[in-house]
């Protein structure tokens, strides 16, 4: 067995392990009304934070787009651009 099978065979593991514990999770019960408050609240707050973390790393992003822009190149430019895109997907 090669380096590279070794790799491949743990990578596929590891993607057959998420789907088992994803439709494990999605699978139990939700609880009783008290938790399913509690975890209305937290998703709505742990979605103001990405909001919020999102439009702080647009600006900053967005800083950086343009000194690439006029420092190194516009192909430099576009290159950060999919980079931070592509990452934040």
């Known amino acids: 067995m090669t380096i590279i099978t070794a790799v491949i065979a743990c990578g596929l593991l590891s993607v057959l392990y998420a789907i088992w ?24 707050g742990a979605q103001a934070y990405l909001a919020r973390q999102y439009t702080t790393i647009a600006v900053v992003g967005t800083v950086v787009l343009l000194l690439a822009w006029w420092l190194l190149s516009i192909t430099s430019a576009i290159g950060f651009l999919i980079g931070a895109v592509l990452s934040g997907a």
């Open 21 to 44: 514990a994803t439709r494990s999770v999605l699978a139990s019960d939700q609880g009783n009304q008290r938790m399913q408050e509690i975890s209305a609240a937290i998703r709505e």
